[in-house]
């Protein structure tokens, strides 16, 4: 499975914006990753592919929301009240098999992965 990312760009504290990943082929699981400058690459939000199964985390909860486009192979990720702590480089990741919920939020979990989205955050 190939995936492509877009949608990054820069934005105003407060501000919104919208990524996009298209995958070339069917996942169960797709996921948003970070890894801003320096830092470890962490777990941003992720969902199955019926969208029973969804997990957040907590710097990102009540402002993003994952969303998918199952004809498309398609997943979003909606952000809003952006903050500069949200700088990174995005990276949508998939998983073709499923997962207990809990390991959606591991790096390791994913077996493909796009080639990032750079968001920047001024303040």
């Known amino acids: 499975v190939q995936l492509q990312a877009s949608g990054g760009g820069l934005v105003q504290v407060g501000g919104s914006l919208r990524l996009s990943c298209a995958a070339s082929?069917?996942?169960?699981?797709m996921g948003w990753f970070r890894q801003a400058p320096g830092k470890e690459r962490e777990f941003v939000a992720a969902?199955?592919?019926?969208?029973?199964?969804?997990l957040y985390a907590d710097s990102v909860k009540g402002r993003f929301t994952i969303s998918r486009d199952n004809a498309k192979n398609m997943v979003y990720l909606q952000m809003n009240s952006l903050k500069p702590e949200d700088t990174a480089v995005y990276y949508c990741?998939?998983?073709?098999?499923?997962?207990?919920?809990?390991?959606?939020?591991?790096?390791?979990?994913?077996?493909?992965w796009g080639q990032g989205t750079l968001v920047t955050v001024s303040s």
């Open positions: 082929g069917r996942s169960d699981i």
């Open positions: 969902n199955s592919r019926s969208g029973g199964n969804t």
């Open positions: 990741a998939a998983r073709t098999r499923r997962i207990i919920h809990g390991a959606m939020g591991i790096v390791d979990s994913y077996d493909y």
